[in-house]
Every structure is written in structure tokens, then in C-alpha cells.
């Protein structure tokens, strides 16, 4: 049996029940998180380098208060800028500051005070405690390094 003409219209103008109402609803809500779910990896990603250039240009020297009074042997996590960063006292008047992050996939590196050397938990990069040379692991290049100067009632570390 086929629908008559008129009949296919009245189907096609007819008023929208509850039930089509709720399920265009909940097709639109499924919309929604699908598109959250997926634009908000895409805005990290594309907001990310704005940040990075935003603070590379920004900091290019911070004042440590009370740094100088680091123990020998041991080290300090700062930030530079909105990055972290590594000083490591070695002895009386040697220091070394080094950006924090790894070369490799950019995990925060830690020093081993037992060991003296950088270490990276994430795949195990290791790098020289005083250059910052990549000794073994994944990690392509060196930490990059930083001037520490003393100051009055601390360190100054800079760009070099
Ligand atoms: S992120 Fe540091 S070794 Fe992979």
C-alpha cells in the first residue's frame, strides 16, 4: 500500500512530537561534547606557542632572593619566566643554572645530588650536571644554559 500525496505531506508538515524534540536535543548535546572533546586539544596546541614566545621575549633575567645561601652539593628548581629551571651550587663560588626541560619530549629534568648529574624520569635522559651536556638517552641536544651572577641578597640569573 503507498501513501497517498496527501498523505506523504501531512507526514513531512506534521507538528514535532516530544519524542523527535528529545532526540534532536540529544543530538545536539552529543554534537557539542564531540566538538569540546576535540577543539580543546587543537586550542592547547595552537595556544601553547604564543605562551612560549610570550614569556621568551618577556623574561630575560630573574632575581633569586637568599639563592647564594644554597648548600653546596645541592640544588634549587625556579622558574624562568613560566618555564622551570635547575640551580646547582657545586661548590663555594660555582653554580650552574640550566633550563629544566628535557630536550626529549620536554618532561621537567631533576639533579641527582648522589649521582651528580641530570636525570630525566620520563625515558631516562641523563645530562652533564655543570653543562648540561646530553650524556646518554633520548635527548637530542643540551639543556640550554644561564649566566648566574651574584647579587645583593641572592643570584641573578640571565639569558646568556
Ligand atoms: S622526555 Fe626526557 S628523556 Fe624523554
Known amino acids: 500500500m503507498s501513501n497517498s500525496p496527501?498523505?506523504?505531506s501531512n507526514e513531512e508538515n506534521a507538528p514535532l512530537t516530544r519524542r523527535t524534540?528529545?532526540?534532536a536535543g540529544a543530538g545536539v548535546?552529543?554534537?557539542?561534547?564531540?566538538?569540546a572533546?576535540?577543539?580543546?586539544?587543537?586550542?592547547?596546541?595552537?595556544?601553547?606557542?604564543s605562551e612560549r614566545a610570550q614569556s621568551a621575549v618577556a623574561v630575560k633575567e630573574v632575581f633569586l632572593k637568599d639563592a647564594d645561601k644554597l648548600p653546596v652539593g645541592t640544588a634549587m628548581m625556579f622558574k624562568f619566566g613560566v618555564k622551570p629551571a635547575l640551580l646547582i651550587r657545586h661548590a663555594e663560588n660555582e653554580w650552574t643554572a640550566l633550563t629544566a626541560v628535557c630536550t626529549h619530549l620536554a618532561c621537567?629534568?631533576?639533579?641527582?645530588?648522589?649521582k651528580k648529574h641530570i636525570f630525566c624520569a620520563?625515558?631516562?635522559?641523563?645530562?652533564?650536571?655543570?653543562?648540561?651536556?646530553?650524556?646518554?638517552?633520548?635527548?637530542?641536544?643540551?639543556l640550554?644554559?644561564?649566566?648566574?651572577?651574584?647579587?645583593?641578597?641572592?643570584?641573578?640569573?640571565?639569558l646568556t
Open 6 to 8: 496527501d498523505q506523504k
Open 21 to 23: 524534540f528529545i532526540l
Open 29 to 35: 548535546a552529543a554534537g557539542a561534547c564531540y566538538a
Open 37 to 49: 572533546a576535540m577543539g580543546y586539544p587543537v586550542y592547547r596546541y595552537l595556544a601553547d606557542p
Open 108 to 114: 621537567t629534568v631533576q639533579y641527582d645530588q648522589n
Open 122 to 142: 620520563c625515558h631516562g635522559g641523563v645530562y652533564d650536571a655543570k653543562t648540561g651536556a646530553n650524556v646518554s638517552g633520548p635527548p637530542p641536544k643540551p
Open 144 to 158: 640550554a644554559k644561564f649566566q648566574v651572577a651574584p647579587a645583593q641578597g641572592g643570584l641573578t640569573i640571565s
